[in-house]
């Protein structure tokens, strides 16, 4: 079905909303088992900017914890308040970014090698993590990866929906039984944070999430974007805008700090969505499982077998490396492989400034041709 919008509602919109989960599950898992986030507030919140985007942008826009934000929070165990401070700061910050015209000054001056570059690191760096994921059962992500490629383009069988099955089967198989209550209606409370913990929440992960927001959730994003739909162009101002006033709300509902991805969209795009139905549909699903099902979807979160999400993972760092064919060969190709090294053994921060200053300092003393 096929809205006067534009957004399609069927079995491949409702696959490829799916494809981002392989981050989304393990992060909100660690904010809910190790921060204490509530799971209904997680999947409320997801929800409402899931088809806030779809109906925004008419496209499927991937909605991701953010990943640097979450590493830190969970493995330091901060408090409910302590992460719902550090998103407010981000809205803060991804708001100015969009409104003073700062994103689109990095954006004009990021030439196309250095977007490609991170790009592709991503899809090195999260093949790197499949493979981790993967050694915890073989078998299983094998199966999945297979499964995945033979039904990839069926119209009856999406491909991703297979996967979620099979990972929700066995989450279920190892959870229960449970003494949690799995079934019962829960709406989220009003959730608040102390402004003193805006800086701690800055210095203690919100500055080292900024290079990677910027360069993975706003630039690769739009030029991905731009990739799979050449006549449907976001801007990066667009895109940090909605990062930022998103972020604003979610604190005050138990919400976690979101932001877009290239990663994500590669994957939607990956398993078959096309339209902001996408977004529209798991959307829908996700406040559903938030107001009726928050302590299944909680068990799933915490029991979801690794090696599923590895499998995941693996296919959409393949998915991106692909990308490294749209850059002209030449001199192009150096700018970008200082990017994608720096960004995997150190992070993108680093890469991103690397590629810069290779990519003009080779314009400015041989002046090649630009493509």
Not at 75 to 99: D, E, H, K, N, R
Not at 328 to 346: C, D, K, N, Q
Request: contains cysteine; charged residues 10%; glycine residues 10%.
């Amino acid at each position: 079905m096929e809205t006067k919008c534009g957004n399609k509602f069927n079995i491949r919109e409702l696959s490829g909303s799916m494809g981002d989960f392989g981050t989304l599950i393990p992060l909100a898992a660690g904010y809910v088992v190790v921060c204490g986030l509530d799971p209904a507030a997680i999947l409320i919140t997801v929800g409402l900017i899931s088809i806030s985007t779809g109906l925004i942008f008419k496209l499927p826009m991937p909605i991701e914890p953010m990943k640097v934000l979450a590493a830190i929070a969970i493995a330091q165990s901060w408090p409910p308040s302590l992460i719902y401070a550090a998103g407010f700061v981000m809205g803060i910050t991804w708001l100015l970014f969009s409104i003073t015209g700062a994103i689109e000054l990095i954006a004009r001056y990021t030439p196309h090698p250095v977007i490609r570059g991170i790009q592709v690191a991503l899809g090195v760096m999260l093949a790197i993590q499949a493979y981790n994921l993967l050694s915890t059962w073989w078998l299983l992500g094998a199966a999945v990866f297979v499964v995945a490629l033979l039904l990839k383009n069926n119209r009856f069988v999406p491909s991703m929906l297979v996967i979620m099955a099979i990972g929700i089967v066995i989450s279920l198989y190892h959870g229960l039984p449970s003494n949690e209550k799995l079934i019962g209606f829960s709406l989220p409370a009003i959730t608040t944070f102390n402004l003193k913990d805006l800086w701690p929440a800055m210095l203690l992960g919100g500055f080292a999430q900024i290079p990677l927001t910027a360069t993975n959730a706003v630039l690769s994003t739009s030029s991905l974007l731009k990739s799979y739909w050449p006549g449907r162009e976001i801007k990066p101002k667009t895109l940090s805008l909605s990062i930022g006033l998103f972020n604003l709300g979610l604190p005050f509902f138990g919400g976690m700090p979101i932001c877009h991805g290239a990663g994500g969209l590669a994957a939607k795009h990956f398993f078959g969505a096309r339209t902001g139905g996408a977004n529209i549909s798991i959307g829908i699903i996700e406040i559903i499982a938030g107001l009726f099902m928050a302590g299944l979807a909680a068990l799933v979160f915490a029991e979801f077998p690794e090696a599923v999400i590895g499998a995941m993972m693996l296919l959409i760092g393949i998915e991106l490396l692909k990308f490294v064919t749209t850059v002209s060969w030449g001199w192009e190709y150096i700018p970008l492989a200082v990017t994608v090294l720096l960004s995997v053994v150190f992070n993108m921060a680093y890469g991103f400034i690397a590629g810069l200053a290779v990519f003009y300092l080779i314009r400015y003393f041989y002046r090649p041709t630009v493509s």
